[in-house]
């Protein structure tokens, strides 16, 4: 059971979903196959599981990160499985929200009249959400996450067990699989992750709830997502961070993202996803990048954006 925050139109593939149980308390166990030790540890969902099935993650890229220090895996292209299929069909900002039988997409809109009549498939639905609307573009980024939270709370965690968020200028490209699939994940940002960690652009404004000195890694706010616990967890406090900064006359540098970003780094995400799941082609050709399954969207900020 699935459920998507997007905003654009197109197919997602998830390889061998699966789902796995964290026990409470913390043990291991050791065991050999084919002369190799291996050991299995059950642990609290943010701390990185090895099985026989996820141990190709770390040994099948020589020449990238594959693990945080808190031992979360980083994904890249060949550590991923294989083979259910999910097609996805969207238009404007959604959550789509999978149970059993029915697929139900949640557009947030401050117009719903002019919300299109949209044929779809058997056993879907759409529901039309009015939010409010927001003269500055940077206001409508940040208070996503009141809507988020909001959808969530009413409808997506008596059906669903994940969500995952999407800027709307953005295009699949390649399979985005179910390796993608986590507790709480985060995406490194295409931009950065090549970058010393002192080039990184967090909020440096100490009057700011999502400054920060230093951190892990720099993440981007196009994609992120989770249990709906975790992504409840997230949203919540990334608007209460919010408006406290809106109360003291305070704006993040990067809004949303300064304090995902701060999020992120005070609660480690289980699993990271590399630039190939958010990828900017007018950075151009480097090694690293086998795959890019997501691509930014041209942007035409003049016709969209009012400031």
């Given at each position: 059971?699935?459920?998507?925050?997007?905003?654009?139109?197109?197919?997602?593939?998830?390889?061998?979903?699966?789902?796995?149980?964290?026990?409470?308390?913390?043990?291991k166990i050791t065991i050999t196959c084919f002369c190799l030790p291996i050991r299995i540890f059950f642990a609290e969902p943010d701390?990185?599981?090895?099985?026989?099935?996820?141990?190709?993650?770390?040994?099948?890229?020589?020449?990238?990160?594959?693990?945080?220090?808190?031992?979360?895996?980083?994904?890249?292209?060949?550590?991923?499985?294989?083979?259910?299929?999910?097609?996805?069909?969207?238009?404007?900002?959604?959550?789509?929200?999978?149970?059993?039988?029915?697929?139900?997409?949640?557009?947030?809109?401050?117009?719903?009249?002019?919300?299109?009549?949209?044929?779809?498939?058997?056993?879907?639905?759409?529901?039309?959400?009015?939010?409010?609307?927001?003269?500055?573009?940077?206001?409508?980024?940040?208070?996503?996450?009141?809507?988020?939270?909001?959808?969530?709370?009413?409808?997506?965690?008596?059906?669903?067990?994940?969500?995952?968020?999407?800027?709307?200028?953005?295009?699949?490209?390649?399979?985005?699989?179910?390796?993608?699939?986590?507790?709480?994940?985060?995406?490194?940002?295409?931009?950065?992750?090549?970058?010393?960690?002192?080039?990184?652009?967090?909020?440096?404004?100490?009057?700011?709830?999502?400054?920060?000195?230093?951190?892990?890694?720099?993440?981007?706010?196009?994609?992120?997502?989770?249990?709906?616990?975790?992504?409840?967890?997230?949203?919540?406090?990334?608007?209460?961070?919010?408006?406290?900064?809106?109360?003291?006359?305070?704006?993040?540098?990067?809004?949303?993202?300064?304090?995902?970003?701060?999020?992120?780094?005070?609660?480690?995400?289980?699993?990271?996803?590399?630039?190939?799941?958010?990828?900017?082609?007018?950075?151009?050709?480097?090694?690293?990048?086998?795959?890019?399954?997501?691509?930014?969207a041209p942007k035409h900020y003049d016709s969209l954006r009012t400031n």
């Open positions: 059971e699935l459920s998507f925050v997007s905003v654009l139109e197109s197919e997602i593939r998830l390889n061998n979903f699966n789902i796995i149980t964290f026990m409470n308390e913390f043990f701390t990185c599981v090895l099985t026989l099935n996820n141990f190709c993650y770390f040994r099948s890229r020589r020449d990238v990160q594959t693990c945080t220090s808190w031992k979360a895996p980083i994904i890249w292209d060949g550590m991923e499985g294989s083979s259910v299929a999910l097609t996805v069909f969207a238009v404007g900002r959604f959550v789509l929200c999978k149970n059993k039988t029915l697929f139900t997409y949640y557009v947030f809109t401050d117009n719903p009249e002019k919300m299109p009549d949209i044929k779809l498939a058997p056993q879907r639905s759409i529901k039309v959400i009015k939010v409010e609307r927001h003269a500055r573009w940077q206001d409508i980024s940040m208070m996503r996450m009141k809507a988020i939270s909001g959808v969530i709370e009413s409808d997506i965690r008596h059906r669903c067990t994940h969500v995952f968020c999407f800027d709307v200028d953005q295009v699949f490209t390649a399979r985005f699989g179910s390796e993608a699939l986590g507790d709480s994940v985060a995406v490194l940002h295409a931009h950065y992750y090549r970058l010393p960690r002192e080039q990184y652009t967090y909020d440096r404004n100490p009057k700011s709830k999502a400054y920060m000195e230093n951190g892990d890694f720099y993440y981007h706010a196009a994609v992120f997502g989770g249990s709906w616990r975790s992504v409840k967890a997230l949203t919540e406090a990334c608007y209460q961070s919010i408006m406290e900064d809106k109360e003291n006359g305070v704006e993040a540098l990067w809004h949303d993202e300064s304090h995902l970003n701060k999020y992120m780094w005070l609660h480690k995400p289980s699993r990271v996803l590399s630039p190939e799941y958010c990828w900017d082609t007018s950075i151009g050709y480097t090694s690293d990048i086998r795959v890019s399954r997501l691509l930014w």
